[in-house]
C-alpha cells in the first residue's frame, strides 16, 4: 500500500490543505475535486492507480480542511482555481505537470491547461469536458439574487449555523447527489466534509466543513464563445472520461502508465 500523508500548502488566507498519495521524491499528479466535495473524492481511485506515479489530491479554498476565504471575498471558483493551481505549482516549482479533476476539478484542469499551455503535459477529466456554459441572460437575471444570498451567508450567526446527528448528515447527502454516490463513498467525502460543531455553537453533533457562500460561488460563469476561445490555446493531451465506466480506474490507469 503506498504511503499517504496530510499536507498543507501557505497561502494568503491560510493554507490550501491535501492528501499525498506515494513518494515525496517524484513530481505528483495534481488531483483537483468537484464543487462543494473535498479531497476525499480520490480516496477510492487512487490505490487503484499505479502506486509509482505520486497523487497530491488538494481540497480547493472553503472546501474540506482548507482556510475559507476571508469574509468581503467572493468565490468565482472557475477563475480562482486557475491562481490556485499556480500558486501551488511555484509553491513546489513543478515543471510540465499532469492535472486529474473530476466535474469542478476537470474544469479548472481545461482552463490552467489553456492559461499555461507550455506548462501542461496532460490533464484527465472526469465528468466534464470542459467549464460549465451558461447564457448571459441568465447569468444577468441570477446576479442580484446570488448577491442577496452571499450577504446573508456572510452575516449569518453561528447560533443559525444547521447541525445534524452523524447519520442525518450522510443522509442528507446521499440524498443531494440523488444516487449517484453510494454510502461508503459518502462516508469517506465527511471525513474532510465534515467537522464535530464546536463549543460556541451550543449546539451538539456535526456542521458542513464547507464554506457557506460556495452555494452562491457560479457568479463569472463561461459564455460558448469564451470556452471555444480558451480551448484553442490547449497543447498538452486530455482525455474526459465518464464514471458510470465500471473500469474507470483501468482508463486512468492507462493514461497514467507513461508517467512511471
Same mark, same amino acid.
Given at each position: 500500500?503506498?504511503?499517504?500523508? +496530510?499536507?498543507? #500548502?501557505?497561502?494568503?488566507?491560510?493554507?490550501?490543505? &491535501?492528501?499525498?498519495?506515494? /513518494?515525496?521524491?517524484?513530481?505528483?499528479?495534481?488531483?483537483?475535486?468537484?464543487?462543494?466535495?473535498?479531497?476525499? /473524492? @480520490?480516496?477510492?481511485?487512487?490505490?487503484?492507480?499505479?502506486?509509482?506515479?505520486?497523487?497530491?489530491?488538494?481540497?480547493?479554498? &472553503?472546501?474540506?480542511?482548507?482556510?475559507?476565504?476571508?469574509?468581503?471575498?467572493?468565490?468565482? #471558483?472557475?477563475?480562482?482555481?486557475?491562481?490556485?493551481?499556480?500558486?501551488?505549482? %511555484?509553491?513546489?516549482?513543478?515543471? %510540465?505537470?499532469?492535472?486529474?479533476?473530476?466535474?469542478?476539478?476537470?474544469?479548472?484542469?481545461?482552463?490552467?491547461?489553456?492559461? @499555461?499551455?507550455?506548462?501542461?503535459?496532460?490533464?484527465?477529466?472526469?465528468?466534464?469536458?470542459?467549464?460549465?456554459? =451558461?447564457?448571459?441572460?441568465? !447569468?444577468? /437575471?441570477? !446576479?442580484?439574487?446570488? #448577491?442577496?444570498? @452571499?450577504?446573508?451567508?456572510?452575516?449569518?450567526? +453561528?447560533?443559525?449555523?444547521?447541525?445534524?446527528?452523524?447519520?442525518?448528515?450522510?443522509?442528507?447527502?446521499?440524498?443531494?447527489?440523488?444516487?449517484?454516490?453510494?454510502?461508503?463513498?459518502?462516508?469517506?467525502?465527511?471525513?474532510?466534509?465534515?467537522?464535530?460543531?464546536?463549543?460556541?455553537?451550543?449546539?451538539?453533533?456535526?456542521?458542513?466543513?464547507?464554506?457557506?457562500?460556495? %452555494?452562491?460561488?457560479?457568479?463569472?460563469?463561461?459564455?460558448?464563445?469564451?470556452?471555444?476561445?480558451?480551448? +484553442?490555446?490547449?497543447?498538452?493531451?486530455?482525455?474526459?472520461?465518464? !464514471?458510470?465506466?465500471? =473500469?474507470?480506474?483501468?482508463?486512468?490507469?492507462?493514461?497514467?502508465?507513461?508517467? %512511471?
Amino acid at each position: 500500500m503506498r504511503p499517504t500523508e +496530510e499536507i498543507e #500548502i501557505p497561502v494568503p488566507w491560510g493554507i490550501v490543505a &491535501g492528501k499525498w498519495w506515494g /513518494s515525496r521524491l517524484k513530481q505528483p499528479v495534481l488531483a483537483l475535486h468537484g464543487w462543494q466535495d473535498n479531497a476525499g /473524492s @480520490f480516496d477510492r481511485l487512487c490505490p487503484q492507480l499505479p502506486a509509482e506515479v505520486p497523487i497530491l489530491a488538494i481540497d480547493l479554498p &472553503g472546501h474540506g480542511k482548507s482556510t475559507h476565504y476571508p469574509k468581503g471575498m467572493h468565490y468565482f #471558483i472557475f477563475w480562482d482555481g486557475i491562481t490556485l493551481i499556480r500558486r501551488i505549482v %511555484k509553491y513546489y516549482g513543478w515543471t %510540465k505537470v499532469t492535472l486529474l479533476g473530476h466535474s469542478l476539478g476537470g474544469a479548472l484542469s481545461f482552463m490552467y491547461a489553456a492559461s @499555461f499551455p507550455e506548462d501542461v503535459d496532460r490533464f484527465i477529466s472526469i465528468d466534464i469536458a470542459g467549464p460549465t456554459v =451558461r447564457d448571459h441572460h441568465k !447569468t444577468a /437575471s441570477s !446576479t442580484g439574487d446570488c #448577491i442577496d444570498k @452571499f450577504l446573508h451567508y456572510e452575516t449569518l450567526p +453561528e447560533s443559525k449555523m444547521p447541525c445534524y446527528g452523524y447519520e442525518e448528515m450522510i443522509d442528507l447527502v446521499l440524498a443531494a447527489y440523488d444516487g449517484s454516490v453510494d454510502y461508503d463513498s459518502v462516508e469517506v467525502l465527511m471525513r474532510r466534509g465534515m467537522a464535530l460543531a464546536p463549543p460556541h455553537f451550543n449546539k451538539e453533533g456535526y456542521h458542513f466543513a464547507r464554506d457557506l457562500r460556495l %452555494k452562491v460561488a457560479l457568479l463569472g460563469m463561461f459564455s460558448m464563445e469564451q470556452v471555444l476561445a480558451y480551448a +484553442e490555446r490547449i497543447k498538452c493531451r486530455g482525455t474526459p472520461l465518464e !464514471t458510470s465506466s465500471l =473500469r474507470l480506474e483501468y482508463q486512468i490507469n492507462d493514461w497514467l502508465v507513461q508517467l %512511471k
